[in-house]
């Protein structure tokens, strides 16, 4: 199986423009996302997918691999689609890894690249078991709940399932429940499916892409990682994780 790293990277951000190209210990925050998924071993080839020339030459300059993409994408999996077909059909497997997420772990890219060997998975991605009342109640933190074959069955902002006999206090200690890992992975064929697709209900109404696939019924598979996503989107996030080093 052939497996390509395709990482958008987009310099506009509202709360941290520029975000890419911060420092991380004298490394733009893009290089140090591209060597880590370059050191994994798992990918055949690794890209940055940007829309800023800023970014461009950044890349260009550390010897990564790069290309421009529309600045009209809505999300990465866009962006994603649209340098999948510009490259040669050689790939089974895009994984979309997100560019501010220098930290990732090898073990996570590891548990979403086994879902397509070991799972008639359309797309794949990660869960990690809540173990926080705060984050359960908190709508940034998305959930997911999945069958016993390891499909997503839904996703949501809000605590699920609900558990009708009990006050939301206890939920965690009487059910498992599992926050989302915005890591993705896709068939190149189901990728250049999905980006033709129109905005869901589902999708609208919870602001979440991945209910539009449901919707339209692909099937999304779900690993369990022990391993934190550790994002940054805001300065303070990124002065957060440095001091903790």
């Not at 399932?161 to 498992?176: M, T």
């Not at 890591?183 to 991945?210: H, M």
Request: glycine share 6%.
């Amino acid at each position: 199986m052939k497996v390509i790293a395709i990482i958008p990277a987009r310099f506009a951000s509202t709360r941290f423009p520029g975000k890419p190209l911060v420092l991380i210990h004298d490394k733009p925050m893009i290089q140090h996302v591209y060597e880590k998924a370059l050191s994994s071993g798992f990918f055949k080839k690794v890209i940055v997918a940007t829309d800023d020339e800023r970014i461009k030459n950044v890349v260009s300059e550390f010897g990564g691999e790069v290309m421009m993409t529309n600045k009209n994408h809505q999300s990465g999996t866009d962006r994603c689609g649209e340098v999948i077909q510009k490259l040669p059909n050689e790939f089974d497997v895009v994984v979309n890894i997100q560019g501010d997420e220098p930290f990732i772990h090898f073990a996570q890219l590891e548990e979403l690249i086994g879902l397509f060997k070991t799972t008639p998975a359309q797309i794949g991605t990660l869960k990690k078991a809540l173990t926080n009342h705060d984050e359960l109640i908190n709508p940034n933190v998305v959930k997911v709940v999945t069958g016993v074959d390891q499909r997503a069955l839904y996703f949501s902002r809000h605590p699920i399932p609900f558990l009708r006999d009990s006050v939301q206090k206890e939920w965690i200690g009487k059910q498992a429940y599992y926050k989302h890992i915005g890591l993705y992975g896709y068939r190149v064929e189901t990728l250049q499916e999905i980006v033709r697709l129109s905005a869901s209900l589902l999708e609208k109404s919870e602001s979440l892409e991945q209910l539009r696939w449901l919707e339209y019924g692909y099937q999304i598979f779900v690993a369990e990682t022990n391993h934190e996503s550790i994002g940054i989107d805001t300065p303070e996030d990124l002065k957060k994780i440095i001091g903790k080093e």
